[in-house]
């Protein structure tokens, strides 16, 4: 009798080891954890993603206009071609995300983690980068028009491309 119940009491045991991770088609909601999954296209513009976990999730030409996205971790995760015009990433973990010619104008990255990011052909103007971590982030040919600079205080100059003048 005792061993019909051990599969009983592992399965309680897991079940009681901590919170389920939520499924890739599970809603946006804050703290959200979609590790891994396959979010292309979705519009998830205006939702809030608070400390959410994205890493090496892929929202290619996702719409996450105005998505609140503060404490996010987004290690590694793929943003190709998305628009994140006035999206909040207050803080957010983007090491090493790609964001392709991602539209990012009016963007807050405000103290962002953009270490070996990909931002290549990406739209920054008028994104706030300050306190952001660009160490090693590739902005070839990223357009930086009216952008806020690390240091909080310098605006790039107008036909900014590939760095801030």
């Given amino acids: 009798m005792a061993r019909h119940l051990l599969p009983i009491v592992v399965l309680l045991a897991a079940l009681q080891a901590g ?26 513009s205006g939702a809030d993603l608070s400390r959410g976990h994205l890493r090496d999730a892929s929202l290619q030409r996702a719409r996450l206009v105005g998505t609140r996205m503060p404490g996010l971790d987004g290690f590694r995760a793929r943003f190709v071609s998305a628009d994140l015009s006035r999206a909040d990433l207050t803080e957010a973990t983007l090491r090493e995300a790609d964001f392709t010619r991602a539209l990012l104008r009016g963007a807050t990255l405000v103290r962002a983690d953009l270490r070996r990011a990909r931002l290549f ?44 003048q």
């Fill in 121 to 164: 052909r990406a739209d920054l103007t008028g994104a706030d980068l300050t306190g952001a971590n660009l160490d090693g982030a590739d902005f070839s040919n990223a357009i930086l028009d009216g952008a806020r600079w690390t240091d909080g205080q310098r605006i790039c100059a107008a036909g900014s491309v590939g760095n801030c």
């Fill in 19 to 44: 919170p389920a991770l939520a499924a890739c088609t599970d809603p946006a909601a804050p703290e959200v954890v979609w590790r891994r999954c396959l979010l292309d296209g979705n519009d998830l």
